[in-house]
């Protein structure tokens, strides 16, 4: 196991763990923490035994948005030349399901990872928001696109331009988080969402995941054409076979994960 700095790692059960490790700083999210989560991301995504990630903070913070002290002295032309949030997309070319399972803080860029994940468990007193308008910025790892997908123009707009925070159950409500837990709940319900999720078909469930995606980058048109395609393209899979053959014979698949 590689020897992280800013978060821990650990897997259960098919499903890989990780947990920002920075409680000190409210998980503030350094460039060493993100290139961190990516490498940790990767290994999970490349290991055959893992069908399922899950990203965590602690009670008091999923995290509590990019490092502010880190960025302070920074000026236009050091974070144009080095693309300074650049590393923060590598999320997105992750394979497998992730699941964030947010407890306290989901500040900045704590909610934008959290946006990054593919499901949001939060527990009953998480808070979400994006304040960097306080700071004389704009959210810079998605806030502006993901929020306004996942909760629309007016409600992201107010959240936006005034840094407001909102709970939980507001986040519920408006369809950016799945399920509100109690707090101690959250993780373990996590970890058992990617444990059912990881059971199943690997191929098909990143073809899943992959088409959903899809209808955020593609017309109604040419995403189910896309959605199409690739589900006649399962047919090729041994996964298929068995679990077709499993439903008329009434037995459990046995999947082979190709
Ligand atoms: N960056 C760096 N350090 C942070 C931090 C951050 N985003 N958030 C909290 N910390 C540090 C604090 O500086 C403090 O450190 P010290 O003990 O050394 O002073 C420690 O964590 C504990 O924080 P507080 O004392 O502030 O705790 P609190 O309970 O009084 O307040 C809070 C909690 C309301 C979340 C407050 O910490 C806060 O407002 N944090 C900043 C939130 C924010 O503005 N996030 C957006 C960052 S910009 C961004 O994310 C850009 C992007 O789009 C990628």
Redesign the pocket.
């Known amino acids: 196991q590689k020897n992280y700095h800013n978060i821990l790692t650990e897997s259960h059960e098919k499903v890989g763990l990780i947990t920002l490790n920075r409680p000190?700083?409210?998980n503030?999210l350094s460039s060493d923490l993100i290139h961190e989560v990516n490498n940790a991301l990767e290994k999970y995504d490349d290991d055959p035994n893992i069908g399922a990630i899950v990203i965590t903070g602690n009670e008091r913070a999923f995290a509590?948005?990019?490092?502010?002290?880190e960025m302070m002295d920074k000026t236009f032309a050091e974070v144009y030349k080095t693309n300074f949030?650049g590393h923060w997309g590598k999320i997105s070319d992750i394979k497998k399901p992730i699941i964030a399972a947010v407890n306290g803080?989901a500040?900045?860029?704590g909610c934008?990872l959290a946006m990054s994940c593919d499901i949001i468990y939060a527990g009953d007193k998480a808070i979400f928001g994006q304040?960097?308008i306080?700071?004389g910025?704009i959210?810079?790892?998605g806030?502006t696109q993901r929020l306004v997908r996942a909760i629309g123009k007016s409600k992201a707009m107010e959240i936006v331009l005034t840094g407001r925070n909102f709970k939980a159950q507001e986040a519920e409500q408006w369809g950016l988080v799945s399920k509100v837990l109690p707090a101690d709940k959250v993780l373990d319900e996590a970890i058992r969402l990617g444990q059912e999720i990881a059971s199943l078909s690997q191929p098909s469930i990143q073809a899943a995941k992959e088409s959903i995606n899809k209808a955020f980058e593609l017309s109604l048109k040419e995403g189910t054409h896309f959605e199409r395609r690739l589900f006649y393209s399962l047919f090729g899979l041994n996964d298929k076979k068995e679990g077709m053959s499993a439903f008329t014979d009434k037995r459990e698949p046995k999947w082979t994960h190709n």
């Open positions: 000190k700083a409210l503030a509590a948005g990019a490092d502010i002290k949030l803080f500040l900045g860029g934008e304040p960097e306080k700071l910025i959210p810079g790892a806030g």
